[in-house]
């Protein structure tokens, strides 16, 4: 099975902030790696798909990049309600998740 | 819209059994691969399986720590994905969410349903 490692596992950042959050796959995955946004209590919301396609409706500070076993999700200048836990998820079968990034407030 | 409503959640013992249901609407069911996702309690998410569309022949994956104990169907005349949970354990507990999408990932979700396994 293909492993997803995140890092880092979670981190402080102020309202304006830039956030990088990284995935490294432990083998290549081309570009099918999905980034989920998921809030306590609520079910996951898909942000990027295929490592960059921002998905419909999401705000364009979140962008995408990477491939093969690299991949970075961009957080241009954090909004309060972009405090959040982070995923990555992986589309070969059987599919994988990260173990997650929470973004706290500074 | 797109629904996806999860039911059939509750407490059961170790070495159980139980059946959950996901019923779909707003989109064409027969065309999407469903999946099921969980969340233990403070946990991550962890994919549980799929089914493929039935021009496919409804082809299932597991994760291995399911394989063998659960099963995944679909009822595309009536747009629901099913479940069902047995030799079920303590680490099965977990919010079970169903997922699908026209993408590789998974746009819609369940609000999910709570699976307690304890004695």
């Known amino acids: 099975d293909i492993q997803l490692t995140q890092s880092p596992s979670s981190l402080s950042a102020s309202v304006g902030d830039k956030v990088t959050i990284t995935c490294r796959a432990s083998?290549?995955?081309?570009?099918?790696l999905n980034w989920y946004q998921q809030k306590p209590g609520k079910a996951p919301n898909l942000l990027i798909y295929d490592a960059s396609t921002l998905q419909s409706g999401v705000p364009s500070r979140f962008s995408g990049s990477g491939s093969g076993t690299d991949f970075t999700l961009t957080i241009t200048s954090l909004q309060p309600e972009d405090f959040a836990t982070y995923y990555c998820q992986q589309s070969y079968t059987p599919r994988t998740f990260g173990q997650g990034t929470k973004v706290e407030i500074k | 819209e797109v629904q996806l409503v999860e039911s059939g959640g509750g407490l059961v013992k170790p070495g159980g059994s139980l059946r959950l249901s996901c019923a779909a609407s707003g989109f064409s069911f027969t065309n999407v691969w469903m999946s099921w996702v969980r969340q233990a309690p403070g946990q991550g998410l962890e994919w549980v399986g799929l089914i493929k569309r039935k021009t496919e022949g409804e082809t299932i994956h597991y994760a291995a720590p399911v394989k063998g104990r659960f099963i995944i169907a679909r009822d595309d005349s009536e747009g629901i994905l099913y479940l069902q949970m047995n030799s079920l354990r303590t680490e099965d507990s977990a919010v079970y969410y169903c997922a699908t999408g026209l993408s590789n990932g998974y746009a819609w979700w369940g609000q999910g349903t709570l699976v307690t396994v304890s004695s």
């Open positions: 083998q290549t995955i081309s570009n099918y």
